[in-house]
């Protein structure tokens, strides 16, 4: 796989998991909607993907190295990537209740760093155990985080 589009795909899954996950907790913990989960879901999907894959594209452009064809590659590959899989946490909305869809949420969410880091590993010959723990702990601190915030939303209406 080419380093643009692999950029594009780990730039792109990431964001759209730590992103998504966080926003499915914090406001299913702070309005209990589902319509405002998948307002949010889909905002990250289309805006959010929009703009990550704008970064993408302008921070790629500050490589001289870089072709326009490698430039055009990571944008694309990041707003495919991170719409994809933002769009694939409708589904645990869409098919359960409250309190399961952020189990589910959750457990999706690092069963896909864990594949994605794995390969990562694999990759760059490293130690798969060492790569996905640090991610996955960086991403334990994104569920907490987004549930004493959305406990804080809840708060305030």
């Known amino acids: ?6 950029k594009g795909l780990g730039f792109g899954l990431t964001s759209s998991i ?12 702070g309005t209990r909607s589902e319509a405002a989960v998948i307002g949010g879901i889909l905002t990250i999907a289309i805006a959010d993907a929009l703009a990550d894959s704008l970064g993408i594209h302008i921070s790629e452009e500050v490589n001289p190295e870089n ?8 944008t694309f590959s990041t707003l495919f990537n991170k719409s994809f899989f933002a769009l694939t946490f409708l589904i645990p909305v869409l098919l359960f209740d409250y309190p399961t869809t952020i189990i589910v949420s959750i457990i999706w969410a690092f069963l896909l760093l864990i594949i994605f880091n794995y390969y990562i590993a694999i990759d760059k ?3 798969p155990l060492k ?5 996955l702990f960086i991403a ?8 004493y915030l959305g406990r804080l939303i809840s708060l305030l209406n």
Do not use: R
């Open 1 to 6: 796989m080419k380093d643009s589009i692999k």
């Open 18 to 29: 730590i992103t998504t996950l966080g926003l499915i907790i914090s406001l299913s913990f």
């Open 67 to 74: 072709s326009n064809k490698q430039i055009w590659a990571a």
């Open 125 to 127: 010959k490293a130690a």
């Open 131 to 135: 790569l996905i723990g640090e991610h």
């Open 140 to 147: 334990t601190l994104v569920v907490i985080a987004s549930h």
